[in-house]
């Protein structure tokens, strides 16, 4: 005799909407949207990684802003993280090429089949990706120093949000990354079960803790490093090798490192 509750075709169908989506499900969604990056020519992902990188700094921006209009209290990064989750919004509901999401999108291809050819398409993507992220955040870094785009006062509050920044050290610049690269590889593979509200909510929650946290992602710290780069605050060799290729590192080995291939190790049986 079965078990089942005896439902209507209206009940059948909340059910089949609310019944959990298996991981391999989720595995195999992220799977062909990498195949599909994979292939994409380079225009088209430069000119997404440039928008990008430009989409990004209004991270730093809403973030300064905030910090432009808060007293130096304890829970006032508590308030002024909240503009971080800004440019995040921007890129991933814009569908633009964020280098931090492509390590993972990308590698669960290589991952199912680890062939030369596959390496050097993924290392192709990462290479054109950075790029242009790098390219676009030093674009609003420099319109922002230069163009004399904003109130005085609410570049004040950006440049000690960059300074802050920068006071990291190599070491702690890889180290906070490696938490970062982890909690955007995670949006990514949720980000597929999710409405358009649930997708909103958890983006913002999940950079709000990357921004609390005070870890280093490294585009949107880039646009920071950019600025004082371009003030002359800070050496350019300083902010590629002492801030810009640590939080590289450390987000890569956090996003593709650890989650990529957790994520793949509990599903490789079922795909």
């Given at each position: ?164 920044y920068a006071e990291a050290t190599p070491l702690e610049h890889f180290t906070w990354g490696i938490p970062a690269g982890f909690l ?88």
């Open positions: 005799m079965s078990e089942e509750a005896d439902l209507n075709r209206d009940e059948e169908q909340q059910v089949d909407e609310y019944e959990k989506v298996h991981s391999s499900v989720i595995f195999e969604a992220i799977r062909r949207e990498g195949e599909h990056e994979l292939s994409r020519p380079f225009s088209a992902l430069w000119w997404s990684g440039v928008a990008a990188g430009l989409a990004i700094s209004t991270s730093v921006l809403s973030k300064g802003f905030l910090a432009s209009i808060l007293p130096p209290a304890n829970w006032a990064t508590g308030i002024s993280n909240l503009g971080y989750t800004v440019g995040f919004l921007i890129v991933i509901l814009g569908r633009m090429q964020l280098f931090t999401e492509n390590t993972i999108t990308p590698i669960l291809p290589l991952f199912i089949a680890p062939t030369w050819h596959k390496f050097n398409k993924t290392v192709r993507l990462w290479g054109i990706v950075f790029a242009a992220n790098m390219v676009g955040c030093a674009a609003a870094a420099l319109m922002l120093v230069f163009g004399h785009i904003l109130p005085d006062i609410r570049l004040e509050g950006i440049l000690s949000v960059s300074r802050h955007i590889a995670a949006l990514v593979w949720i980000l597929p079960r999710m409405e358009s509200a649930g997708e909103v909510m958890m983006i913002v929650v999940v950079t709000y803790i990357i921004g609390l946290g005070g870890m280093s992602h490294v585009v949107a710290g880039s646009t920071e490093l950019f600025i004082l780069v371009a003030r002359g605050e800070l050496g350019i060799g300083v902010a590629v090798f002492g801030g810009i290729l640590p939080a590289f590192a450390g987000n890569v080995l956090g996003g593709t490192g650890i989650f990529a291939a957790l994520t793949y190790a509990q599903v490789r049986e079922e795909v």
